[in-house]
């Protein structure tokens, strides 16, 4: 008979691994996770500035850890580490660089394929991010722009005029960040930050008193043009020119890679599943970002890992 396994991850991001990790621990022998990029918890690295705080209670909601990983608060650095770590067990099988094309149940087994091929699976939890496909504006970017147009700080510079688009935690957390050796504004186009965690409502609050970083609220954006090799926004209320302009307005649901696995959807695009986080296909479970609505915690994602194992285990039993 063909190699399968017990289970098959796909995406390391904190559900992936959470789930990797409760599966080795509680005892399904054959795991494999599979992650399209070529390292694990992508969105941490790529999304979350350098020394960027992590806590284990998100936007100050208090999370007891069901399992067996022993998640608490630190910084990125230290998040990654401790990932590395576990991943680090030789018992955990990986594959990274391993795109996931299209997921089919016949005759009982999940097929997977990638483009490492195609593996048998008994059950199967799909655990990727939302950041992987940023939200863009409703406007057109214009092309000559695109270098100076960002979803993250990969190709901020020192000394520009940078506007951060966005009113939730990702978006002050930039704006504060890049402050530093920057001068920066922060648009929103609510009257209101209401969106971040209390830590970053003070510290917008305390960068704004100290003149550290502009508000723009209640302002919406008509477009972008480009005025000589810098960025004009057109808000609502008149111009403004940037050297750079930074969208922290969230991600969407991946809804075709959902397609291609046959995962039923809602009539806004987002995945069905139960309480056990488990989707309208038998033995395929949703974990990790796309199991919220909006925003994402690492330790409900860990739990997520260990609710969908142990509900595996107890169907066998």
């Keep these: 008979m063909e190699n399968v396994y017990d289970l098959i991850i796909i995406g390391g991001g904190p559900g992936g691994i959470g789930s990797a990790v409760e599966a080795n621990v509680l005892g399904l022998k054959k795991v494999l996770m599979i992650e399209k990029m070529d390292n694990h918890s992508?969105?941490?690295?790529?999304?979350?500035?350098?020394?960027?705080?992590?806590?284990?209670?998100w936007q100050g909601q208090a999370v007891d850890l069901e399992?067996?990983?022993?998640?608490?608060?630190?910084?990125?650095?230290?998040t990654l580490d401790y990932f590395d770590r576990l991943l680090d067990d030789e018992s955990i099988d990986t594959r990274f660089n391993c795109?996931?094309?299209?997921?089919?149940?016949?005759?009982?087994?999940?097929?997977?394929?990638?483009g490492c091929g195609t593996d048998l699976a008994k059950n199967i939890i799909v655990s990727i991010g939302r950041m992987g496909?940023?939200?863009?504006?409703?406007?057109?970017?214009?092309?000559s722009l695109r270098q100076q147009v960002n979803f993250n700080l990969d190709k901020c510079s020192n000394g520009e005029k940078i506007l951060v688009v966005g009113g939730g935690d990702t978006a002050v957390e930039y704006a504060c960040d890049l402050s530093s050796t920057n001068e920066v504004?922060?648009?929103?186009r609510r009257e209101e930050l209401t969106r971040p965690n209390p830590t970053n409502q003070e510290m917008i609050s305390e960068y704004c008193e100290n003149d550290a970083v502009r508000v723009r609220l209640g302002v919406d954006i008509e477009g972008l043009e480009n005025m000589h090799g810098q960025v004009q926004v057109n808000f609502?209320?008149?111009?403004?020119?940037?050297?750079?302009?930074?969208?922290?307005?969230?991600?969407?649901?991946?809804?075709?890679?959902?397609k291609?696995?046959?995962?039923?959807?809602?009539?806004t695009g987002e995945p069905i599943f139960d309480e056990n986080y488990e989707s309208g296909v038998d033995g395929m479970y949703i974990a990790g970002d796309i199991a919220f609505k909006s925003g994402g915690s690492i330790a409900i994602a860990?739990?997520?890992?260990?609710?969908?194992?142990?509900?595996?285990?107890?169907?066998?039993n």
């Design 42 to 57: 992508h969105t941490i690295r790529k999304f979350y500035k350098d020394q960027k705080r992590v806590d284990k209670d």
């Design 67 to 78: 399992g067996n990983v022993e998640f608490t608060d630190g910084t990125k650095e230290s």
């Design 99 to 114: 795109a996931v094309e299209k997921v089919e149940k016949i005759d009982g087994l999940f097929h997977v394929t990638s």
């Design 133 to 143: 496909k940023p939200n863009k504006p409703s406007y057109k970017i214009p092309a």
């Design 185 to 188: 504004v922060l648009n929103y």
């Design 236 to 258: 609502t209320d008149g111009p403004e020119l940037f050297d750079r302009v930074i969208y922290a307005i969230g991600g969407t649901t991946p809804v075709d890679f959902l």
């Design 260 to 267: 291609s696995c046959n995962i039923p959807l809602d009539e």
């Design 302 to 316: 860990l739990n997520h890992g260990y609710r969908i194992v142990t509900h595996i285990l107890s169907k066998e």
